[in-house]
């Protein structure tokens, strides 16, 4: 498939799809740590859970290299979120503000390293 169709296949050249799928519910991770742990947790694995399948859609649909790898990479930080949520360890809203960083920095170094490596389709 040539560059051009795989660029207008991608979910990322469009501002609305990339709000839809990861400014919203990234938005909605940071805006999460001032409420209950409980609300917090459930809005973070469902907003884990649809940037992970929305990356994952995306890789499918345009060979986006760093969506192969931010798909998975979400899904997986489910785990620590629900550990935090069911207090293993026990922590404040310190170690769930470290934990949102590792989450949305982490996929950020991610998007770096893997287009830069691999370039923006593979």
Same mark, same amino acid.
């Given at each position: /498939? %040539?560059?051009?169709?795989? +660029? ?14 990861? =400014?919203?519910? +990234? ?8 409420? %209950?742990?409980?609300? #917090?947790?459930?809005?973070? /694995?469902?907003?884990?859970? =649809? /940037? *992970?399948?929305?990356?994952? $859609? ?9 969506? #192969?790898?931010?798909? %998975?990479?979400?899904?997986? /930080? ?8 069911? *207090?293993?360890? %026990?922590?404040?809203?310190?170690? =769930? ?13 991610? =998007?770096?390293?893997?287009?830069? $490596? ?5």
């Amino acid at each position: /498939m %040539p560059n051009e169709s795989l +660029q207008a296949r991608d979910w990322l050249a469009s501002a609305r799809a990339t709000a839809l799928a990861w =400014w919203i519910p +990234q938005a909605a991770i940071v805006a999460s740590l001032l409420a %209950p742990a409980a609300a #917090r947790a459930a809005i973070w /694995m469902l907003a884990l859970l =649809w /940037m *992970g399948m929305a990356c994952i $859609a995306n890789a499918r649909r345009c060979r986006r290299t760093h969506c #192969r790898y931010t798909g %998975p990479y979400y899904l997986a /930080m489910i785990v620590p979120v629900a550990a935090l949520a069911l *207090g293993f360890p %026990p922590v404040g809203i310190y170690g =769930w503000l470290i934990l949102g960083c590792i989450i949305l920095l982490g996929s950020k170094a991610i =998007w770096w390293a893997t287009e830069r $490596a691999w370039g923006k389709f593979s």
